[in-house]
C-alpha cells in the first residue's frame, strides 16, 4: 500500500497492493495500522457507507459542521467515477482549491479526505457502487453543502451539465461563498 500526497495537505491517495494470481486478485482493502502509518496521522473509522448510482448522478459537495465533521476514506467496488474533495478550512494556504482523481474498480485506488473538507463525486460509467469509510458518525443536523457547480470553484466534472442527475436537496445548496463552514 502506498499513499501518494496530493497538492492539499493531509489529503492522500491510496494505491493499495494488488496480488493477481490464477484464482483472481486481493487486496487489503483498509489496514488500520498501515494506513495511519503512510498518512501519519491517527484516524479511526467507525462507519461505512455504500451508495449504487447510474451514471451521471452526482452526489456533492458534502461535509458535516464542527464537531460532527467527517473524514472519509472513499473508494470504488465497481465502475469508474470521478471524486472530488474541496479544502474549506478557513485556515487552510489552500482554503477552495480542490483535488479531484479518476476512482475505478481497476485502478483500485482510494482518497482519504480530511475533516474540513467537501467532497463530491459523479458517475462516470454506465452503474457505480462507491463505499466509503468516515471517522465520525451521520449526523443530519450537521450537514453542510455546497453547489457543485460553484463559479469559485470551477470545478471540471467531466460531463455536460444536461446530463447530470442530482438530489433535490443538492439542487439547492450553497455557493461557497455563502456556505456556513
Ligand atoms: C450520508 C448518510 C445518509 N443517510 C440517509 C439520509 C437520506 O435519507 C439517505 C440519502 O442521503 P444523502 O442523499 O445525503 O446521500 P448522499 O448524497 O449519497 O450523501 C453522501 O454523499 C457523499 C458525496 C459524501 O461525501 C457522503 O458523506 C454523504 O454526504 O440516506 C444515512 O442514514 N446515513 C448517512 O451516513
Not at 502506498?2 to 494505491?15: D, G, H, M, S, Y
Not at 484464482?23 to 455504500?50: C, H, K, M, P, W
Not at 472530488?84 to 494556504?93: H, L, M, N, T
Amino acid at each position: 500500500m502506498k499513499a501518494v500526497p496530493t497538492q492539499l495537505e493531509q489529503c492522500f491517495i491510496i494505491e493499495p497492493t494488488v496480488f493477481n494470481d490464477a484464482r483472481g486478485y486481493f487486496f487489503e482493502s483498509f489496514n488500520q495500522e498501515t494506513f495511519n502509518a503512510l498518512i501519519g496521522q491517527s484516524v479511526t473509522f467507525v462507519q461505512d457507507n455504500e451508495s449504487y448510482s447510474t451514471k451521471g448522478v452526482l452526489r456533492g459537495l458534502h461535509f458535516q459542521k464542527g464537531n460532527w465533521a467527517q473524514a472519509k476514506l472513499v473508494r470504488v467496488v465497481k465502475g469508474r467515477v470521478l471524486d472530488v474533495a474541496v479544502d474549506i478550512r478557513k485556515e487552510s494556504p489552500t482554503y477552495g482549491q480542490h483535488f479531484s482523481v479518476e476512482l475505478t474498480e481497476d485502478n483500485k485506488k482510494q482518497l482519504f479526505v480530511p475533516r474540513g473538507f467537501a467532497h463530491g463525486f459523479v458517475v462516470l460509467s454506465d452503474t457505480a457502487i462507491f463505499s466509503y469509510k468516515c471517522d465520525n458518525y451521520y449526523n443530519k443536523a450537521s450537514e453542510g453543502g455546497i453547489m457543485y457547480n460553484d463559479a469559485a470553484l470551477n470545478i471540471d466534472w467531466q460531463l455536460p451539465s444536461k446530463a447530470l442527475i442530482i438530489s433535490e436537496k443538492d439542487a439547492i445548496l450553497s455557493t461557497f461563498e455563502n456556505a456556513i463552514l
